[in-house]
């Protein structure tokens, strides 16, 4: 069978996806990964065939007006600006949607912009599954919507994922309906994510059991899978350490790993500050992976190695804590390594995994308009604690022996391959 798979947004959107694109290949399935043009190479070079979707989003997420609502931490103000933005592409970006759409069987897709790619899928005609990265809105009796987790009565529960979808729909309700008139769509009658549970559309959760319960008065097409991660031997196959960041790994105690990604902190200054404040102050060394941030004049220390990329999966565990965004690939790399996290959030999905991760005591979360180099370094230092440091390697343990590309296979092949 030949699946789709569609996503957009930063590396995080786009590597677990990846991953799930091996998964079915080896499974002997054909794959299309259709993503915006600037990751051509990085997944081409896994052997992967690459449908370009309109638009670079290292430029569009340091435009102007990306950059300054991702400066205020709003989150609604965010998703309205993306919403806007895909209506300003919408033909070509519907266009590059609908061409990589006739070619494939069924459609997987990034559960944001769901909305989009199943008018898409709609007007052709083909099936459709879900693959969510951040945590659920389907509603539960068990547990409320994570942000809003204040009560836990089963009423209130239930009541936090209605509001929660009925605000997302008020947001992205004009942009699914320019694409939809756009194929020549009748209105829906509801929500569209009202429609997707009526219509049973599968969504695959790829996150840990380990941080987020299956519940079970969901419906059986909901599941949790697991992280989707890229096997270790293929990333070391597509990946050659820097000579001079193995030899400075070498030359001291384990490091602390700050990255924030393919996010641009709000602040770079700020953080260039913190950083030399921490090697001021201390003796720690500092790996500093700079992503898609542009950190200028950061200090010249012997304890401070910055790169620009990185396998996270090699260089984690031979670290000692990390410091990060809190995006959900990133997060399942330093939980997969098994050693303490300090989530540093900025916006959208990131102080939810924030506050999953200081309840299950696996790190600790400071939201980044709260960040200090005072509060970084009593976050570090309790990241020291031989609890919080057995919490991370039992985490480690059970996580490492969940294969989310595998349980992610299984589902889709019940799902859109059997009858």
């Not at 930063?10 to 259709?34: C, E, I, K």
């Not at 597509?238 to 602390?256: C, F, M």
Request: aromatic share 10%.
């Amino acid at each position: 069978m030949h699946f789709g798979l569609f996503t957009y947004g930063s590396r995080g959107d786009v590597q677990p996806y990846m991953a799930l694109a091996l998964g079915l290949m080896h499974h002997g399935h054909q794959v299309t990964l259709a993503a915006p043009q600037n990751f051509k190479n990085l997944i081409e070079g896994y052997g992967i065939s690459f449908h370009p979707l309109h638009g670079n989003a290292e430029e569009l997420i340091y435009s102007p007006e990306c950059l300054q609502v991702i400066n205020s931490g709003n989150d609604v103000a965010f998703l309205k600006h993306l919403f806007s933005m895909l209506s300003n592409m919408k033909e070509p970006l519907l266009e590059s949607m609908l061409s990589c759409g006739h070619k494939v069987d069924a459609f997987i897709v990034n559960n944001l912009g769901s909305d989009i790619y199943g008018a898409v899928a709609e007007k052709l005609g083909k099936k459709m599954m879900i693959v969510q990265l951040n945590p659920p809105n389907i509603t539960t009796r068990e547990f409320a919507m994570p942000g809003l987790d204040w009560f836990n009565m089963s009423w209130y529960n239930q009541l936090t994922y209605s509001i929660a979808n009925a605000v997302l729909w008020k947001l992205a309700k004009k942009t699914t309906y320019t694409f939809r008139n756009l194929l020549q769509l009748p209105p829906l009658k509801q929500s569209v994510f009202k429609q997707y549970i009526e219509d049973k559309i599968p969504v695959i959760h790829a996150f840990s059991t380990e941080l987020i319960k299956r519940p079970a008065d969901w419906q059986e097409q909901h599941v949790v899978t697991g992280f989707l991660t890229l096997p270790q031997q293929i990333i070391q196959n597509n990946y050659t350490a820097q000579a001079e960041l193995v030899s400075w790994l070498t030359r001291g105690d384990k490091p602390i790993y700050i990255g924030f990604g393919s996010i641009p902190v709000p602040d770079p200054e700020k953080l260039r500050g913190i950083i030399e404040q921490l090697l001021t102050a201390t003796n720690h060394r500092i790996i500093f992976c700079t992503g898609w941030s542009h950190v200028p004049n950061l200090p010249q220390h012997t304890n401070l190695m910055v790169i620009s990329q990185v396998n996270h999966q090699w260089l984690l565990p031979q670290c000692k804590t990390a410091v990060i965004h809190g995006g959900v690939g990133t997060l399942a790399a330093v939980l997969k390594a098994g050693i303490p996290v300090i989530i540093v959030s900025i916006f959208v999905d990131q102080p939810l995994w924030g506050k999953i991760i200081a309840k299950k005591k696996n790190g600790l979360h400071i939201p980044w308009r709260k960040l200090t180099a005072v509060k970084l370094l009593n976050a570090i230092n309790k990241t020291a604690d031989a609890q919080m440091q057995n919490e991370a390697k039992q985490a480690a343990k059970n996580i490492n022996q969940q294969d989310g590309v595998k349980n992610a296979v299984y589902a889709i092949e019940q799902y859109l391959v059997k009858p």
